[in-house]
Each structure stands twice: as structure tokens, then as C-alpha cells.
């Protein structure tokens, strides 16, 4: 009844279109507000914006007096009476820090699902489309990784910030809460870009790697005039190494996930590390010193090229993978030295 | 020097005394439009967007009381202080007296 009252009690004198802008102003106020409040809101402003009109307001007042109550989203902020938030200040750093941190993981996770998803789904096509697949699977993976870390986050968060706001943590807090300072041994740091690069490259070369292996062992051959002499690796070798490579390579990203995730050498971290380290080497190394890998014929056709008898050919090719085999270990060796080095010092500090 | 956090700085200092001025206006009652007119007129600048809000809020918190007024042309919402208004009101005033004190002590030993 009292509305009504107010509703015909306030006159515009202004064009129709300066009075649909008050009612526009009013709504974009009262909208955003709880909905309990807006209709008295809304009868407020109204007799106030009426009051600051002169008698016969112009087009020109109506303007200043809006454009005086400032912009609607600014009014209805000041309207609110307690602070609304998704995740309040009180919670922000936590929130980014640990957005962070999932974010990371869940979207190596999802990038590493998407990668192994296109490369066991691969279709028999040309290798240009095969890359592109796996890349289009690749930025897919990432993408819905960032959206579901987002997504999981926040609302945990926003959980968090209920329960918080109901048992009032502010008042009752300990100084045994408070966290330890970590140690920051800066010998034992991993850097996290360089994780990354490495977790980012490793994936695409193991990709390529296992792709070619899969798919492409009847392209590599030796050609004379555009036709294939011999093929140089005996397929039923490399056929049984596939799924040991692609099992590595899972390892190797958890791996390059944990050691994102820790951010240091740690005792655990080390020894995984270097337990992979070493199972990966030694594949690698049965891999190519396998005594079949090579064809018979890639012997006989360089032998035949260049004018010497095969055995000497296999004896050189054979010399050679030793010395490779040698430089490999003698690398590895070197790796994990360091590795171990930086851990136990850093252990040692503690 | 930086006019901005300057300005910044001033507005900030005032905002805790705009609730004091409101109240201390609110005695008889008074709709919004014309209670920022008084303060005007007094040199106590407040912003509309600003005080309609505050009148509410400070309703809400029990310092105030409400009215309409439908029998003019003009509807109306009257605000006058409430019984604790006034209470919360007169301890304000000590408050500020005594901040007054206090700030005025720390500047001139400052200045001295």
C-alpha cells in the first residue's frame, strides 16, 4: 500500500528517455544486491534521486544527479552491508600459492594423459598429421588441466572459506600452528623452469622417438636412387622394445613431476631418480648393442660401398657402439654423482 | 609530491569521522537529500553514493531509526537517532575528544 503510494507520489519531468535512465540506474543498483533489500533500495533511491531534481527537472539534471551518485556498481558495493566474497582476502595467498602448485600438476597429469591418449590411439597417416594430432591432444590436455585445477581449487577453497568463517579461526589461533621456516638449501634446489623444460621436452622426444618406432622403422633405410637398398633395423627387435620405452617414459615424467612438486633433493626423490636413471640407461644400452638391431644387410651393403669385407665393417660398428655405450655411462655416472652429492649435503645441513 | 596518495591519504583520514557527523546531525530528523545539504552547508563534504548507503547501514546497526514520509508530493525517508544512537553517539564524542587530545599532544611535542 505504502509502495503504491511512493510509485505514484514520484513525478518525472524529464524526456521519457532520461526517465527510463533512472529506472535503468536504479536497476543496475538494486540488482546486485540481496534480493531482500532491493525493493526497499529501490524506494530509497528513488526519493532521493527525486529530492536532488530540481522542480521541472531537464535532461541535463538528470544527468548530474546520476552521474553525482556515482557509477551503480560503486553505489551497490556501498549498499552492501556485509563483504561478499568467493575467496576473501583473508584467504588469497594460500589460494594462488596452492593454485600454483595444483595447477602444475594437474595439468602435467593431464598433458601426460593426452600424449599417451594420441600416441596409442595414432592412426596410420602421414607423419605430419601424427605430430599434429598429438600436439592438438597435447594442448587439449593442458587446457582442460587448467580449467579443472581452476575449477577444484576454488571450490575447495570456497569450502574452506565457510567453515572458516563459522568457527572463528581469527580469535583462536596458536603459535605451535605456525609453519616451520623451510630450509632452503639452494645446492639442493631444482629449478622449476628447468624441470619443466625438461618434463616438456622429454615428452616430445619419447614421442617422437616411440612414434617413429611404432610407425616409421620401414621408411629408415638405406636408399640408392630413391630406392630402398636395405631397411636397417630388424623390426621384430625394435617391436619388443616399444612397450619398455613407452613404460620409461611414463617414469620419466613422473619423475620430472615429482621433482617439480619437491622443488629439491630429497633422499626419496634421489633414489627414485637415480633408480630410473639407471633402468632407463640400461634399456637404452641393451637397445642399441642388441646383436640383432641391425640388419645383416646394412653390413653387407656399406661393406660392398666401400670396398672392404663385412666383418670389418661389423667389427668397426661394433667398436663404435662400445665407445657410445661408455660415453653414455660415464655421463650417467657423472649425473647421479651430482644428484647424490647435492642430496646428502643437503641432508647434512638438516 | 604525489597529490594522489595525498588525496588518497585525506579521504582515508576522513572516512572514520563521516560516521560522526552523520549522527551528530540526526538529533531531529532529516531525509538523506537534506541531510547532505546540512553537512554541506557546515563543510563536512560527503558524497551522495556514500551517505545514502552509510544512512542504511547505520539503520541496520540500530543507531537510527526510519520513517516515511508519503503525505508531501515528494515521498520521504526520514532518519532520526535511536535511544542507542544517542548512547553510541556520546561515547563517540568522548572518543574523538580524546583522539584530539592525543594527536594534538604527539604533533606539537613533534613540532617543538
Known sequence: ?350 | MDTNLINNLISELKRGTQVLAVLSQLRKNQYGYSLLQTLEEKGVSIEAGTLYPLLRRLESQGLLQSEWDTTESKPRKYYVLSKDGIETYETLIQEWRKIILEMDLIIMEETK
Open chain 1, 1 to 350: 500500500m505504502e509502495k503504491n503510494h511512493i510509485r505514484n507520489g514520484f513525478n518525472y519531468y524529464g524526456g521519457n528517455e532520461m526517465k527510463n535512465y533512472i529506472e535503468r540506474y536504479i536497476y543496475a543498483v538494486t540488482k546486485r544486491l540481496p534480493e531482500k533489500v532491493r525493493a526497499e533500495v529501490k524506494n530509497e533511491l528513488q526519493a532521493n534521486i527525486n529530492d536532488m531534481l530540481p522542480e521541472k527537472p531537464t535532461d541535463e539534471d538528470i544527468e548530474k544527479v546520476l552521474k553525482t551518485l556515482g557509477h551503480p556498481r560503486v553505489l551497490a558495493k556501498n549498499y552492501e552491508t556485509k563483504e561478499r566474497y568467493v575467496i576473501s582476502p583473508w584467504f588469497y595467498a594460500d589460494y594462488i600459492s596452492t593454485l600454483k602448485i595444483v595447477m602444475t600438476i594437474v595439468v602435467a597429469v593431464f598433458v601426460t594423459i593426452g600424449f599417451f591418449e594420441a600416441i596409442i590411439n595414432l592412426e596410420q597417416q602421414g607423419l605430419f598429421h601424427q605430430i599434429v594430432d598429438v600436439w592438438a591432444s597435447i594442448i587439449s590436455g593442458a587446457f582442460n588441466g587448467v580449467v579443472t585445477a581452476f575449477a577444484w581449487v576454488t571450490a575447495i577453497f570456497w569450502i574452506i572459506e565457510h567453515a572458516a568463517k563459522t568457527s572463528n579461526c581469527e580469535a583462536t589461533w596458536d603459535l605451535k600452528d605456525l609453519p616451520e621456516v623451510p630450509k632452503v638449501n639452494h645446492k639442493a634446489k631444482i629449478s622449476k623452469t628447468e624441470s619443466m623444460i625438461g618434463l616438456i621436452l622429454g615428452t616430445i622426444f619419447s614421442a617422437i622417438f616411440i612414434i617413429i618406432l611404432m610407425n616409421y622403422m620401414n621408411v629408415i633405410a638405406i636408399y640408392d636412387d630413391g630406392v630402398i637398398v636395405t631397411q636397417i633395423f630388424n623390426t621384430s627387435v625394435t617391436d619388443t622394445f616399444i612397450i619398455f620405452f613407452i613404460i620409461s617414459a611414463v617414469i620419466s615424467i613422473a619423475v620430472s613431476l615429482l621433482k617439480i612438486y619437491y622443488g629439491e633433493w630429497k633422499i626419496n626423490l634421489a633414489i627414485l631418480y637415480t633408480a630410473f636413471e639407471i633402468l632407463s640407461t640400461v634399456l637404452f644400452l641393451i637397445f642399441i648393442n642388441h646383436p640383432q638391431l641391425i640388419l645383416p644387410e646394412v653390413f653387407d651393403t656399406i661393406a660392398f660401398y666401400m670396398e672392404i669385407g663385412s666383418a670389418e665393417v661389423v667389427a668397426g660398428f661394433e667398436k663404435g657402439i662400445r665407445i657410445f655405450t661408455i660415453f653414455v655411462s660415464v655421463v650417467v655416472f657423472i649425473d647421479l654423482s651430482a644428484t647424490w652429492f647435492k642430496t646428502l649435503k643437503s641432508i647434512e645441513q638438516k
